[in-house]
């Protein structure tokens, strides 16, 4: 990391290692060494199953204001059956990806550059160099790698939740039939609606890994800067995951 100048530099060589990275992760499985594989499960872990439990509550919230909302203006048209079109669709193509990652960056980017940003000041990462471990592969693949593979499966249960949700609601409130909505929902939604949602978490996810690495490694102030870069790690995060949106939400839209 020596040579890498400036705050662009850092992130050009941030990519670059991680490219590195990358290929020697497609490897098999059993040539990654111990103590990757332990790193990895661990990061899987952390960002999956302890993210269950917020992500749930968010979307089954979700779920029933989409709902609700929907409800209250289609009742107007004598088109409330249609509320299950709404809330599926916002939540698949929308919502899901969006507000688990905006909950990811909360929470294991703001990590990621916590920890990172520490080392950096304690000098634990040219210790690191000094031992001949590659800070990259050490620190920032195995992050990398866990929320490529959890973004997406927590988009999946986001979607399912919500929508559950969402139709719970309806039955009890709205007096819909709880089989017609479902059905109704697997009827609208297409795979291609559900994979646009999973390509928009997976985006997301490098962009928290990659945003929020970089500012670790820009630490450089003492401890005060720490929390100047975990700050600036999410604002940023959530800033670059917006334009994407737009940018995939276009896509989508152009070639429909």
Not at 10 to 26: H, N, P, Q, S
Not at 85 to 111: H, K
């Amino acid at each position: 990391m020596a040579g890498a100048g400036g705050d662009g530099g850092v992130f050009v060589w941030l990519v670059m290692r991680l490219f590195g990275c990358i290929r020697a992760g497609l490897l098999p499985w059993r040539r990654a060494k111990a103590y990757q594989r332990s790193r990895l499960w661990s990061h899987l872990s952390w960002i999956g199953a302890d993210s269950l439990p917020i992500i749930s509550v968010i979307a089954a919230c979700v779920g029933i204001i989409l709902a609700l909302q929907s409800a209250t203006q289609l009742e107007k048209v004598g088109a409330l059956s249609y509320v299950a079109n709404l809330v599926g669709f916002s939540i698949a193509t929308e919502l899901g990806p969006l507000l688990t990652c905006l909950i990811l960056a909360g929470r294991a980017g703001a990590a990621f550059t916590a920890e990172i940003a520490t080392m950096r000041i304690s000098e634990e990462i040219d210790a690191l160099e000094v031992m001949g471990i590659d800070p990259v592969r050490f620190l920032v693949w195995p992050k990398f790698a866990a929320m490529c593979v959890m973004a997406p499966l927590l988009t999946l249960w986001c979607d399912g939740v919500g929508i559950s949700a969402g139709g719970i609601f309806s039955t009890l409130a709205l007096g819909l039939s709880g089989k017609a909505y479902f059905l109704q929902t697997a009827h609208f939604l297409t795979m291609r609606d559900i994979l646009a949602g999973l390509v928009k978490s997976a985006g997301f996810g490098v962009t928290i890994t990659l945003v929020s690495c970089w500012q670790g490694f820009l630490a450089r102030e003492g401890a005060a800067d720490v929390g100047r870069r975990t700050t600036k790690a999410v604002v940023h995060s959530i800033f670059l995951m917006i334009r994407l949106d737009l940018f995939f939400t276009a896509l989508n839209y152009i070639f429909r």
